[in-house]
């Protein structure tokens, strides 16, 4: 009999390829899938090595079918530290620089980014690269800011008041 794990695994790999239908009870296609594999009629009929054996054959499928997206480079995670801590140096605020990244990457990619994760959990490449863009688009938008206030003499950072 299959364990418990090889089920849920089935059943996970199963929604992953888009074969999983709830609302079809046992005549969704992944369970017509399984039976054309094994002449099982239900997934908690296979025996180990039939689950071992579906589990690959869904884990292929898979793969050709729904690919999953590359995720964020090690590379990229380090450029927008990089990018987010000299945005914080030109403006500083009360807002951790880690806290200031969060809200660009859930501004990015439209999700909830939670803070007692990795705040790059389940970014891809491509949401890496937008979020450097516009962490490039803030430092160059500050750092207009500073030069006009420079120019303007209204900088009065590290300056003595005026009598």
Known sequence: MATKEQIRRIYALGDAAGLLDRSAGNDDNLHLWIKQFSLKDHISELNEQQAD????????????????????????????????????????????????????????????????????????????SDIIEMLKRILRSEQHKLKRSDKHGTCNAGKKEPP
């Open 53 to 128: 054996f579906i589990i690959a054959r869904l884990e292929e499928y898979r793969a050709q079918v729904a690919p999953l997206p590359e995720l964020v480079t090690e590379e990229q995670r380090n450029m927008c530290f990089r990018l987010i801590y000299r945005i914080a140096e030109i403006s500083p605020s009360d807002i951790k620089p880690r806290e200031r990244l969060r809200g660009v990457i859930s501004k990015v990619t439209g999700r909830d980014i939670r803070p007692d994760r990795d705040i790059f959990h389940k970014v891809t490449r491509a949401e890496g």
